[in-house]
């Protein structure tokens, strides 16, 4: 089996991949990845999402729930380098991005890189780091490189930051700001098992560890190809007015203080790129941008304190309410195959 998958990765590594190709990858990962978070398809497939949309992850949930669980097991099913970082209030930015150390041999500084610099990064708890911390991601996470001292220093393809957080009513955390919640491509939440998978966990978890059995079944050229086929599923001029259309709508939304900014648009379509490519389809489609527009859009807006601060419901919920209300009043278009 072990030599099958070589020789598959192998194979990828040197030639351009295909559909069935894709496919198969791709249902590598959701595989191993599945193999630990049981009963959670739609969380292990939004998490691949935002690897093959070169987006970013962030998790939030009540503590418990397996938010690391399933970074982790993303992390391990790929072959590439890992870094986790758990962000406690007395975590500073130069331990994120690296700090330049004087060398007295050299006689000069030299730049000593962070734990950012890896392929899938995990940011625990990532609410529990001051805003001051927090906010030495947002070079990383949008340009994919760190500035220290005046001099840029890359990082790896590809590259993925996974966060978690709890809610903010969580005691000891701290508020994302705007600019860092704008970063993440997708936000979701991983909920309560139902009471099978939490059986079969009860059974499967007692003396095992999943994760220690989980091996890498992709490789960082294999993701990177699959990121290469992704990026070409075509988009109909049609499709993306409608996504600029959505975004329009919030952003003149009475029960909306902050609507989506154009990098959420941008995010949404390429997330629907991936999304109609792991369907098996090499055009996207309305459904695609109906299907993530809640995971793309709620994490970035504000509702107004009328609309988001009953007591009956949340502002997420409040949110989330909105979007789907959007969603039913902008024309939705026939999709346009290429």
């Not at 107004?304 to 419901?313: H, K, L, Q, W, Y």
Request: proline share 6%; hydrophobic share 45%; aromatic share 4%.
């Amino acid at each position: 089996m072990a030599d099958t998958a070589t020789t598959e990765a192998t194979a990828a590594d040197s030639d351009e991949i295909d559909a069935d190709a894709f496919a198969r990858m791709t249902g590598r990962i959701t595989d191993a990845v599945g193999s630990v978070i049981d009963g959670k398809p739609d969380a292990v497939r939004s998490a691949l999402v935002c690897l093959l949309a070169e987006g970013h992850l962030l998790i939030e949930d009540v503590p418990g729930v397996g938010k690391t669980m399933l970074a982790r097991a993303l992390a391990a099913s790929v072959d590439a380098t890992v870094r986790r970082i758990q962000f406690t209030p007395d975590l500073l930015p130069g331990d994120v991005t690296g700090v330049s150390v004087f060398n007295p041999l050299e006689r000069e500084f030299e730049f000593k890189p962070g734990a950012i610099f890896a392929n899938i990064v995990i940011a625990d708890e990532i609410n529990r780091s001051s805003p001051k911390t927090q906010s030495a991601l947002l070079e990383a996470m949008e340009e994919h490189q760190v500035t220290v001292d005046g001099h840029s220093h890359p990082l790896p393809d590809p590259f993925l930051v996974v966060a978690t957080q709890n809610p903010l009513e969580m005691e000891g955390t701290y508020a994302l700001p705007e600019a860092q919640r704008d970063r993440f491509m997708m936000r979701i939440s991983m909920g309560y098992p139902d009471a099978r998978s939490e059986a079969l966990m009860l059974r499967q978890r007692d003396t095992v560890n999943p994760l220690e059995a989980l091996r890498a079944v992709a490789s960082a050229a294999e993701v990177s190809r699959l990121v290469a086929w992704a990026r070409a599923v075509h988009v109909a001029p049609t499709i993306e007015d409608y996504a600029v259309a959505l975004a329009h709508a919030t952003r003149a939304h009475s029960d909306l203080r902050l609507g989506a900014s154009p990098r959420a648009t941008l995010q949404l379509v390429r997330a629907a790129k991936v999304w109609a490519a792991l369907d098996g389809r090499e055009f996207v489609i309305p459904d695609d941008i109906t299907a993530l527009l809640v995971q793309v859009f709620a994490h970035r807006l504000i509702p107004t304190r009328a609309a988001g601060g009953s007591r009956v419901r949340s502002g997420a919920d409040a949110v989330t309410l909105i979007l789907e209300r959007i969603a039913q009043s902008v024309r939705v278009p026939i999709a346009a195959r290429p």
